[in-house]
């Protein structure tokens, strides 16, 4: 498999452009993260979908942050309008479906290479 | 209200020696405790873990050790080495529903 695949690697836009951070999750993987790496607060868990449906957005700094998962196989980060603080690398995640508690669980996330936004 | 924390930012070691990297969490509910590694201009990728029920779990030079009772868990690698340079970032998750990281070490191990 080719693992947790991001487009694009980098992105540089201007304040107030619409930014779209794209998604592979790895074939078979049941859950999707994006979480936003920054100095300040490390990763950053921004949401989470079980089965192409959003479970937890609290993270979701703003409503200028949304994000979709329209089939298994694809998600979206959108940031409309972009600001300059949005600035951070955003990783994609996934992982598969089983999960224990309290158990021999050995199930854990696997990161795609990330994207680099850098809003001017 | 960072619930994982890695007090450390930084840590430089010579190369042979241990590395000790630490993680505090302050939710009791957390059961599964991860620590991944990120070299620049890549993901973090997963390098061993531990469940609550367990307080040591070892893989080779990797050896993760969790102390319920002080909401604290330590990352030992021995030797190290120099491409174990690398950011390394603790976390934990809550019946497996989300993972919380920490905000990252930055190792250097110097040859």
């Known amino acids: 498999d080719a693992g947790v695949i991001q487009s694009p690697r980098h992105e540089v836009t201007e304040m107030g452009q619409e930014v779209t951070l794209r998604c592979k999750p790895i074939?078979?993987?049941?859950?999707l993260f994006w979480y936003r790496q920054t100095m300040m607060r490390g990763l950053e868990l921004l949401i989470y979908?079980?089965?192409?449906?959003?479970?937890?957005d609290s993270g979701m700094p703003e409503d200028r942050f949304s994000a979709k998962m329209p089939n298994a196989s694809f998600s979206t980060l959108k940031i409309q309008p972009s600001e300059p603080r949005d600035s951070a690398v955003y990783f994609c995640?996934?992982?598969?479906?089983?999960?224990?508690?309290?158990?021999?669980?050995?199930?854990?996330?696997?990161f795609g290479s990330g994207t680099q936004l850098s809003v001017l | 209200d960072q619930q994982v924390k890695q007090n450390s930012p930084s840590l430089s070691v010579q190369e042979g020696r241990i590395s000790i990297l630490n993680c505090d969490y302050t939710?009791?509910?957390?059961?599964?405790f991860l620590w991944y590694k990120k070299y620049p201009a890549e993901g973090p990728t997963f390098l061993i873990s531990?469940?609550?029920?367990?307080d040591k779990n070892e893989d080779g030079r990797f050896t993760v050790f969790l102390n319920k009772s002080a909401k604290h868990l330590s990352l030992h690698i021995v030797p190290s080495q120099p491409g174990d340079s690398a950011v390394y970032f603790c976390?934990?998750?809550?019946?497996?529903?989300?993972?919380?990281f920490g905000t990252g070490t930055s190792l250097t191990v110097i040859p």
């Open positions: 995640a996934s992982s598969p479906a089983t999960w224990t508690v309290s158990g021999a669980t050995n199930e854990k996330l696997f």
């Open positions: 074939s078979g993987h049941d859950y």
């Open positions: 979908f079980n089965n192409n449906v959003p479970i937890d």
């Open positions: 939710n009791s509910m957390f059961d599964y």
């Open positions: 531990i469940s609550s029920i367990k």
């Open positions: 976390a934990a998750s809550a019946f497996g529903n989300q993972f919380y």
